[in-house]
């Protein structure tokens, strides 16, 4: 099989899993809304509400049209999950605009911080999201057979990507818990693996993580920070990050440093937007959209 | 006018009394994601204002936790007085792979 072929449709029966992604990066018409027969989430992420500069002056406005979209989907998705960055400087303000914005979601929504919602403390971060259940901000819940497990990989002192020995304990216990044949998703915010260790795209401690997935039958890994798609696979555990609803980043290592990109007007929602990702009892389905596709 | 006269008397009591925080007699500028310069040679009771010139936003965060910016946006700054000798490592919270150092001696002569 081309290399071109293997990247724009795969089908792995073996561990479940079947992406739908284009080679160019994001979306494809792919395989359009099939039967609802099992559970659907949406993935949407780096939202950097509070960010005003030429690569994205209205990420309000790119935000509601993600959420628009999402709103439109005729099957509504179990949950949408946020996987960190909502707020560009952790301002009070900014989690006000994004949580009220969030609340307009029909499905319900599950947070994570980014390290730009941790500014000098996650003081702002836990006033609008934090809850007594997960005072750390980790936590896992069960639906429709599936383990979702949300880490927080951004709150350590002087390490972005790093979990931390007591995030460690608890995802060891919590996995333990778990049947060999139950699928995982895991969500943190910067990258499980090390993509791009020179840019701080990696969690440092990330491998032990991985160590604990090791065995279970199917495993998806979905994180954001890099605000673009990159796919990859360790075994039985498929990495996906996720686009950025506000502006998108240089592939690693193709700029001098990470950062906005900025792209000509026309072309910005073409490379910004969401995901679907549904687990039915068959190959689960990841697909890409941008709000260009709307 | 109460107002007025408080905010007077204030004023007033500020040009009088002798500022805790001198101005700026040094700037760090933090450009293409490196603070510079580095190390900061200064003195005790000197005050270092730091000015962001990065599209990105950073911060100027000790590495001992005595001090902290939080976010400063692009053309953000802050200044920090220094009140006791010795070295300090600093670091951007954001980008945690950006270091630099300000280095405190004793009183200036």
Known sequence: ?294 | MNALLVAAVAAATALASPSPASPPAYVVHIKDFAYAPTPLKIHTGETVRFINDDEEPHTVTATDKSFDSTALDTNGDWTHTFTKPGTFSYFCELHPYMKATVIVTGDKQ
């Not at chain 1, 029966?13 to 994001?26: D, E, F, K, Q, V």
């Not at chain 1, 075994?235 to 996906?240: D, P, T």
């Open chain 1, 1 to 294: 099989m081309r290399r071109k072929d293997f990247i724009e449709h795969v089908s792995w029966t073996g561990a479940g899993i079947a992406w739908t992604l284009s080679a160019s990066g994001l979306m494809t018409a792919g395989a359009e809304a099939r039967a609802a027969t099992g559970l659907t989430f949406v993935q949407i992420s780096d939202s950097h509400i509070g960010f005003t500069r030429p690569e994205n002056p209205d990420v309000t406005g790119t935000l509601q049209k993600t959420i628009d979209d999402i709103n439109a989907m005729p099957v509504q998705p179990a949950f949408v999950v946020h996987t960190g960055d909502l707020t560009h400087l952790s301002k009070p303000a900014q989690f006000d605009t994004v949580k009220t914005m969030l609340g307009t979601l029909k499905a319900p929504v599950v947070v994570m911080p980014g390290e730009h919602d941790v500014i000098g403390s996650p003081d702002a971060y836990n006033a609008a999201f934090g809850t007594k259940e997960a005072p750390d901000g980790w936590h896992s819940f069960d639906r429709n057979g599936v383990h979702f497990v949300v880490l927080v990989n951004v709150f350590n002192f002087e390490i972005d990507g790093k979990l931390g020995a007591d995030q460690l304990d608890w995802v060891k216990k919590d996995l333990a818990a778990q049947k060999t044949s139950t699928p995982i998703v895991v969500f943190g915010h910067v990258p499980l693996y090390a993509l791009f260790p020179q840019w701080g795209w990696t969690t440092e401690d990330g491998a032990a993580v991985l160590a604990q997935l090791q065995r279970f039958d199917a495993v998806t890994v979905l994180n954001g920070h890099i605000h673009q798609i990159i796919q990859h696979t360790e075994g039985n555990i498929r990495f996906a990050t996720a686009a950025s609803t506000a502006y998108p980043q240089p592939a690693p290592g193709t700029a001098d440093k990470p950062g906005p990109l900025l792209v000509p007007a026309p072309a910005l929602l073409g490379v910004i937007g969401y995901r679907s990702i549904e687990l039915a009892s068959g190959p689960a389905i990841v697909q890409d959209r941008s709000l260009a596709a709307g």
